[in-house]
T-cell receptor
Framework: AQSVSQHNHHVILSEAASLELGCNYSYGGTVNLFWYVQYPGQHLQLLLKYFSGDPLVKGIKGFEAEFIKSKFSFNLRKPSVQWSDTAEYFCAVKTGGYQKVTFGTGTKLQVIP | SQTIHQWPATLVQPVGSPLSLECTVEGTSNPNLYWYRQAAGRGLQLLFYSVGIGQISSEVPQNLSASRPQDRQFILSSKKLLLSDSGFYLC???????????FGEGSRLTVL
């Protein structure tokens, strides 16, 4: 069965610091990968996605993620965080022809002004 | 444009009582529909998903069930609630881009 691991549960950064959130999945076949974000008091929303092609994908608000197939990883990065990036971030994977979407446990990011 | 609605937004129920949470999508047809439960520190746990009317896939054996009586309606139910059923329940849909989910507002269930 597919699973998703997010190693960092709570990250605290100062504004302008660089961010990298880890995400690993367990599935040997074709995957679609996602990062979702939940800002305080708001719905979960899609941050970025990978279906195929260039393994470096760019999303909204300056976020990017790199799919490394050999490492089963899809880490989220941002060169310089802002206070408004304070939120909970979830990695998710959809495998093969199935419609099942599995989420990780989430990482709470707190950015200090 | 497509919208998703979930209700009720909050619910307080005694142990042993029944449950019905409803989710409706508007502006699309034949969406994939999902029920997740979100718990602090545990992320989103997939409970059920459906690719069509009457087609339900259950991911976690438990006290809950799901039904899809109409194309754009997804219902989460229980005959007898347990304390452990307390949580935040999210409905979501996807269509052209499988895995790209759009979430509802969520329903917070407290079982006492």
């Amino acid at each position: 069965a597919q699973s998703v691991s997010q190693h960092n549960h709570h990250v605290i950064l100062s504004e302008a610091a660089s961010l990298e959130l880890g995400c690993n999945y367990s599935y040997g076949g074709t995957v679609n990968l996602f990062w979702y974000v939940q800002y305080p008091g708001q719905h979960l929303q899609l941050l970025l996605k990978y279906f195929s092609g260039d393994p470096l994908v760019k999303g909204i608000k300056g976020f990017e993620a790199e799919f490394i197939k050999s490492k089963f990883s899809f880490n989220l990065r941002k060169p310089s965080v802002q206070w408004s990036d304070t939120a909970e971030y979830f990695c998710a994977v959809k495998t093969g022809g199935y419609q099942k979407v599995t989420f990780g446990t989430g990482t709470k990011l707190q950015v200090i002004p | 444009s497509q919208t998703i609605h979930q209700w009720p937004a909050t619910l307080v129920q005694p142990v042993g009582s029944p449950l019905s949470l409803e989710c409706t999508v508007e502006g699309t047809s034949n969406p994939n529909l999902y029920w997740y439960r979100q718990a602090a520190g545990r992320g989103l746990q997939l409970l059920f998903y459906s690719v069509g009317i009457g087609q339900i896939s259950s991911e976690v054996p438990q006290n809950l069930s799901a039904s899809r009586p109409q194309d754009r309606q997804f219902i989460l139910s229980s005959k007898k609630l347990l304390l452990s059923d307390s949580g935040f329940y999210l409905c979501a849909w996807s269509f052209n881009q499988p895995g790209e989910l759009f979430f509802g507002e969520g329903s917070r269930l407290t079982v006492l």
